[in-house]
């Protein structure tokens, strides 16, 4: 690891500030991400600004009947907070589906939204990453990419978004606050990530020294028609070979409105606007399911090791979809 300098910021502005001041500068919350690539040389900084004790820790009905999301909220809170296990389930159980115990314990809401691919070959620094160092190449196209995206890649960069949480906050619309030196903003997390083409050290839309401080939900309409399903090569701490998040909205037996998003298959967490309207209108029926799933997954790219998940995404969201309408699973 590295040596540099570290700082504990009190406010968000003394975050800013400190982490303006010094060149090369991370943010650091739980840090359960940010040090392992530490240990790794993966990530270099110069300077660490802690913003684990801002007071960004609270969660809080919104004037809109939303719910506010502090940054530093530790994932466990998240996760067993009763306004988010009886209003969001969908979010409840993708957090408790991630990681082991002791790292929700530490890890924070912006810490979860920020963390970096699992791609073997961004681990190590003696292959060629464009996304650790632009320009080199991506081994992973070539090489044993069993873990990397289907969906949203470009020949720079195939490295999958592995959160579980990111995934249910796309599927419920979340809007992530943030502030810097100009100010406020809010941003849509379906918006927030951006596609590698042929920049994938770019992630995120973030300016330079930007810090998020808050997630915002909107009034949940409905918490009977959900499901989070995590496919995955074992039962606990492992990270997802595909995952559905579904939400739907059930009028008369039909489905008035349905909320689709995808892990372990895109570089970022995969909504699926444009299929999800497939079913508005639509009683719950298999057939309409796979139709969706075959829309869904119409543009994956599969190589020669991830091939499988292409099927395997397809049958993940048909179970999900029959689940969150109350079929037989």
């Not at 940010?34 to 300077?47: A, G, N, S, T, Y």
């Not at 592995?162 to 100009?182: E, G, K, N, Q, R």
């Not at 799933?293 to 543009?299: F, H, Q, S, Y």
């Amino acid at each position: 690891m590295k040596i540099f300098t570290y700082t504990k910021a009190e406010t968000p502005q003394d975050a800013i500030r400190d982490a303006a001041a010094s060149s090369g500068a991370r943010y650091i919350g739980g840090g359960t991400n940010l040090i392992d690539l530490m240990k790794e040389l993966v990530e270099r900084p110069e300077h660490l600004t802690d913003v684990s004790q801002l007071k960004t820790t609270t969660i809080e009905k919104s004037q809109s009947g939303g719910v506010i999301i502090g940054g530093a909220v530790k994932n466990s809170d998240l996760a067993n907070h009763e306004l988010i296990r009886t209003q969001y389930p969908v979010l409840s159980r993708a957090l408790l589906s991630g990681a082991s115990p002791q790292l929700r314990n530490m890890a924070t809401t912006a810490g979860n939204i920020m963390q970096r691919t699992r791609c073997y070959y961004f681990y190590d620094i003696n292959s060629k990453c464009n996304k650790r160092e632009p320009g080199t190449g991506c081994d992973a196209i070539e090489g044993y990419n069993r873990m990397n995206a289907v969906l949203g890649g470009s020949k720079h960069c195939i490295a999958l978004h592995p959160s579980d949480m990111a995934v249910a906050m796309a599927c419920l619309d979340a809007i992530v606050h943030t502030i810097s030196d100009s100010g406020e903003r809010q941003i849509p997390l379906n918006e927030f990530y951006k596609l590698p083409g042929e920049t994938p050290h770019i992630e995120t839309v973030l300016k330079e020294h930007e810090l998020i401080t808050a997630v915002e939900l909107s009034p949940a309409p409905t918490n009977k028609h959900w499901c989070y399903l995590k496919v995955r090569d074992r039962a606990s701490y492992e990270f997802a070979l595909v995952s559905a998040a579904v939400t739907l909205d059930m009028v008369a037996g039909k489905i008035s409105r349905a909320k689709l998003a995808l892990g372990g298959v895109g570089t970022k967490p995969w909504r699926a606007f444009n299929s999800e309207k497939m079913l508005s209108g639509k009683a719950p029926d298999e057939h309409i399911f796979r139709a969706v799933a075959e829309d869904v997954m119409k543009p994956a790219v599969g190589y020669e090791h991830n091939q499988f998940k292409i099927e395997l995404a397809k049958r993940t969201i048909v179970r999900a979809l029959k689940v969150a309408s109350g079929g037989v699973a």
